[in-house]
Structure formats: C-alpha cells, structure tokens
C-alpha cells in the first residue's frame, strides 16, 4: 500500500494563533481529501483537493501532487477547531488511505 | 438532505452473536465503503464496493462480511463478533474520489 504520514502528531495553540499541517505521501495520488474529527467523533468534510490551492474562511489548503504534499492552514484559531485532523488519499486499486492525524488543542 | 445513515449509532453485544450494521446514501454514489478506527492505528478499510453486486477486500476484512444487493444500501455483517472487533465504525460514499461519512457505530464486543 501507500504511506500517508502527518505532522505534527500533536498540537497546541493558543486561541487566535496559526497553524499548518502536513500531509505527505509516498506515492502518487488519484486526489485528496482533508477532514477534521470533533469531539464526538464525527468526520466533517474540509477540503478535497487533488491539486492547486482552496480556501473557505479561516481554513484553506494546498496540494502539491509532484511533490506529493498536502498543507492545511488554520488562521485565527478558535476553540471549536480542537480535533483530530486526517488527510485520506486515493490510491491506485480504488482503496482509500488514512493519514495517521494531527491532534489539535486550542486553549482560550 | 444528502447524507450517510449508520444504525445502531452504539451498541454492546457479546461474542459470538452475529450482528449487522446497516449504512446507506442516497446520493446515488456507485463507491460505498467500510472503516475501522481504533487507537493509535487511525481509519482502516475493511470492505468497499465499487457498484451492486461488487465487493472488495480492503486492509481490514478478516471476521467481517459485506454485500451490496441496492445501490443505496452497503451493509456490514459480523458473524461471530469477538472482543478485538470492539471498534468505531465509518460507513462513507464516495463519488469521484470524494468521500461522505456516515455518523460512525461504536461497537463493543465483550
């Protein structure tokens, strides 16, 4: 299979700061799809983003597919953003990968 | 209201007993599949269907059955569920590569 690592594993901000989170994976791409798991559990569509850059308010993201990376920005962090951040990648067979997360606290 | 349906949303049963989770979309997406997360190991496919009547194993299918007979519907089927199947279970469409989740099941096998 295909390797999709995140960094970082863990994150804590302070409400109001920035952030960015890297998705890399170690074989080319059909697309890719960014997520945030809330507290309870849910998976809330981000981004999906095979290529080229998107933005939706405070949050946008980057796909370099060449280079095989992905980057998730958050801006102005509010509480409400605390989770674990997956990207999930398409790979080739019609299988969907994980990345392994980014645990993001942000402290009011 | 486009969306994934997963039901029981939580349930505990014992080993041995078969149980079968339900999931279905009606966004029409041909692509439905299954996910395991458990701790320290993230999302892991189990099944996935590419369209009615054609199943896939994904990383995951050891102790697990699926079938997919409507395009809306994508079961999961545990035929004697055992204790490390105690999970939280995704059922998620997908249309283009782009994937919608349902609410997840947690499941604990005792």
């Known amino acids: 299979g295909i390797q999709v690592e995140q960094s970082p594993p863990d994150l804590i901000l302070q409400e109001g700061a920035n952030s960015t989170l890297r998705c890399n994976f170690s074989d080319s791409v059909n697309n890719l799809q960014w997520f945030h798991q809330n507290p309870w559990g849910q998976l809330i569509n981000l981004f999906y983003i095979p290529s080229g850059t998107k933005q939706n308010g405070r949050l946008s993201a980057t796909t370099v597919a060449t280079e095989r990376y992905s980057l998730l920005y958050i801006s102005s962090s509010q509480t409400t953003d605390s989770g674990v951040y997956f990207c999930a990648v398409w790979y080739v067979g019609n299988q969907f990968y994980f990345g392994t997360g980014t645990s993001l606290t942000v402290i009011p | 209201e486009a969306q994934v349906t997963q039901n029981p949303r939580y349930l505990i049963t014992v080993t041995g007993k078969k149980l079968t989770v339900t999931c279905s979309q009606n966004m029409n997406h041909e692509y439905m599949s299954w996910y395991r997360q458990d701790p320290g190991l993230g999302l892991r496919q189990i099944y996935y269907?590419?369209?009615?009547?054609?199943?896939d194993k994904g990383d995951v299918p050891e102790g697990y059955k699926v079938s997919r007979k409507e395009k809306r519907n994508f079961p999961l089927i545990l035929e004697s569920p055992s204790p490390n199947q105690t999970s939280l279970y995704f059922c998620a469409s997908s249309e283009g590569g782009e994937q919608f989740f349902g609410p997840g099941t947690r499941l604990t096998v005792l």
């Open positions: 269907s590419m369209n009615v009547e054609v199943t």
